[in-house]
């Protein structure tokens, strides 16, 4: 999966490449132009993360420009600020409207939300499911965490005791030799970005 991040705050873009490294490749443009260049140049793109305010013009005209290419990418447009006419332009171009900081679970669920990508997840945790033998407990457990879901979450969308989903985390880490449920839903994250 390929991303394309337009943001010129130098912190912000690091920490988007720590936020979606688990996802994919991410490219980083940090001006309207340079993004326009990258468009340009590139094939296809998983989803667009865009600052509003760039050195060189509006982030909204930049997701304009690039909806005539890329009419359905899922976009973020990302802001400092709220603003209603920058909010509905926003809507007006399919995307959401997000306030920084953006934390990891809300990236999670933009990407849950797309089908592409959950279709992708779910291919991607029915293949470890085979490859591990792991139980239907174990399989709901890691698609769950993988999709951003608490252990808390998890018991209750389950029915059971955090006991029980402690259990099948513990189960599926010693089928899938990993450390933690952390490492496993790293590497299974890896592996969708990975799966053509």
């Not at 279709?119 to 399989?139: I, M």
Request: glycine share 8%; hydrophobic share 45%.
């Amino acid at each position: 999966m390929r991303f394309l991040v337009v943001e010129d705050d130098e912190i912000v873009g690091r920490a988007m490449r720590v936020l979606l490294a688990p996802y994919g490749e991410m490219i980083l443009a940090s001006t309207a132009r340079d993004a326009e260049r990258v468009l340009g140049s590139e094939g296809r793109w998983s989803a667009f993360f865009i600052d509003v305010g760039l050195p060189d013009g509006s982030g909204l005209d930049l997701l304009a420009h690039a909806r005539v290419d890329y009419p359905t990418t899922p976009a973020m447009v990302l802001t400092g600020c709220l603003e209603a006419g920058a909010i509905n332009t926003t809507f007006d171009l399919g995307a959401e409207y997000v306030a920084k900081p953006v934390h990891k679970e809300r990236i999670t669920r933009f990407l849950m939300a797309h089908p592409e990508f959950s279709l992708r997840l779910q291919r991607a945790v029915e293949t470890w499911r085979k490859r591990y033998a792991l139980s239907e407990g174990e399989t709901d457990v890691l698609g769950r965490s993988a999709a951003g879901e608490t252990r808390e979450a998890i018991a209750k969308v389950r029915h059971c005791a955090p006991l029980t989903v402690k259990t099948h985390v513990a189960n599926l880490l010693k089928k899938t030799d990993d450390d933690s449920l952390f490492a496993a839903v790293g590497r299974l994250l890896r592996f969708v970005a990975g799966e053509s």
